[in-house]
């Protein structure tokens, strides 16, 4: 039984990497509607994405479209786990947000409007918001 080789861990900068190829295909990437054209656009879109990552070189492993695909997911349901924990945690232990939730709350501000913020992260929130408002239109 000889299965797939499993892929190393991304790592901090690879993540980041992967956020910011992400960035300019944010509204494709994010449309929830179940058209084949959306899903057609979509695998356009990671294709790309997967390409341009890379093609960044260095000594990082190839990575797979849908590899990629997946740590895009995981990152957005760690980002919202990560605000949910600040929310719930003793003012204290409140460590500042990670990097890529921060990009992620700045690239996709509407999957933290139900999660309530601590007012010291509201301003970034704000300001996050509004750029996105800003850049849309």
Known sequence: MVGKARSSNFTLSEK???LKLVRPHIRILEEHTNK???IVDKNKCWD??????NALGGDRPH?????LRTLY????????QEVMQRR???PEY???ISEPTRRIMEMIPHLFHHVPIHE???ALFQHTSYKQDVDTQ
């Open 16 to 18: 980041l990497d992967l």
């Open 36 to 38: 084949h054209a959306v």
């Open 48 to 53: 790309t994405v997967a390409e341009q990552y």
């Open 63 to 67: 990575r797979t479209a849908q590899g």
């Open 73 to 80: 997911k995981r990152l957005k349901e760690s980002a919202k």
């Open 88 to 90: 719930h945690a003793q």
């Open 94 to 96: 409140r460590a500042s």
């Open 120 to 122: 010291k992260d509201q």
